[in-house]
């Protein structure tokens, strides 16, 4: 049986009581996970629930000269055709979605529409849930760098450090990765400071207090403004990777089995693993139905296209509500996510400093 959103038990009404015109704020988390993704779009009545991407490899280099030079003609120039290789990838779409029931009373007894709250509430909820998906699918990646090269993740006793990121940067940049950010040079006239062509990276707030230390760290306010395309949630630089934090980020708690005293830790003998993602650009698919899923960060509240949020007025439920009593808000969304190229995103599992 569902729970009914009921007055009295779930929403108190507000008679004798001082009501405030203004609602509480409510928290808005970072949520990052679709930054940068590349979208695939499933068409409604298309006849498939998967989606497919596909990608032409590079080519062999051609390093045989062609025969015009010498004089020697042949049909193609004696040359065989090269023959691309096409990489196909597929994942297929599910359905998720919330709801709330209401009753008649929750609009008799309020001042203001208790309803259009909840559907905020919802709303949050859906972009949340999404981007918890989409963390998995991003947890999923085969590359893991365990911090200072442990050999698993009971093993780790380091924070985040310099070298950590070096050793990312460079595999990808190995595998011809596509940055996402051209260099910045900065200026001396407004102070600002330059940041390379980069990366971008995903990590906990926990974290982030960690990264900032390192040596060669550009802080998103030493930017000098001459970088327009700031994401939400970015705190910086350094390595070739610029980063955000969000409270989503994953957490192992508890995995690291040698204790280290200066590090977050669920009990006096275990340390929480933190999970920092970074990657280039065509990384990550997400796919949305009959929508793309926004490419870029955006704060919990915010209204991506491919979420549904529905309402069904008090009354609207024919014989099932012989009373005119309920109605429901509800958000829905079609969601698939993937890893395209295994090669351009690797995540760290470090620990983290312990700030008490």
Not at 176 to 183: I, L
Not at 195 to 211: A, K, N
Request: charged share 15%.
């Amino acid at each position: 049986m569902s729970t009914i959103t009921t007055l009295g038990t779930h929403v108190t009404a507000p008679v004798n009581f001082v009501l405030m015109r203004g609602l509480l704020s409510q928290a808005r988390k970072v949520l990052p996970y679709f930054n940068g993704t590349m979208p695939g779009t499933l068409e409604k009545n298309g006849g498939s629930m998967s989606v497919k991407w596909r990608r032409f490899d590079d080519l062999a280099v051609a390093t045989t000269a062609l025969g015009e030079k010498s004089g020697t003609l042949a049909f193609l120039n004696g040359r065989t055709a090269a023959t691309p290789t096409i990489t196909d990838i597929t994942v297929a779409i599910s359905k998720y979605g919330n709801y709330v029931i209401t009753t008649e009373e929750l609009d008799l007894f309020n001042v203001n529409s208790r309803a259009a709250q909840i559907l905020d509430v919802l709303g949050r909820n859906a972009g949340e849930t999404l981007n918890t998906l989409m963390a998995t699918v991003f947890d999923g990646a085969a590359n893991v760098r365990y911090s200072s090269a442990a050999a698993n993740a009971t093993a780790i006793t380091t924070t985040m450090n310099l070298n950590n990121i070096k050793y990312v940067v460079n595999q990808i940049n190995r595998r011809s990765g596509m940055k996402f950010f051209s260099m910045g040079a900065g200026s001396t006239n407004v102070g600002s400071s330059p940041v390379r062509s980069s990366y971008f990276g995903i990590t906990h707030p926990d974290v982030e207090e960690d990264i900032r230390g390192l040596s060669g760290f550009v802080g998103v306010e030493t930017y000098g403004g001459y970088i327009g395309d700031v994401q939400i949630g970015e705190f910086g630089a350094v390595g070739g990777v610029r980063v955000c934090s969000s409270e989503i980020a994953p957490i192992s708690t508890g995995v690291a089995t040698t204790s280290v005293m200066a590090a977050r830790g669920s009990t006096d003998i275990l340390n929480d693993v933190y999970k920092t993602f970074i990657y280039g650009r065509e990384a990550v698919g997400t796919v949305g139905l009959g929508e793309n899923h926004t490419e870029e960060i955006y704060r919990m509240g915010d209204r991506p296209a491919a979420i549904e949020l529905i309402t069904k007025q008090v009354g609207s439920s024919g014989v099932g509500d012989p009373f005119n009593e309920m109605g429901s808000v509800a958000w829905k969304a079609w969601h698939a996510g993937k890893i395209l190229n295994e090669a351009w995103i690797w995540e760290i599992d470090t620990l983290a400093s312990d700030l008490s």
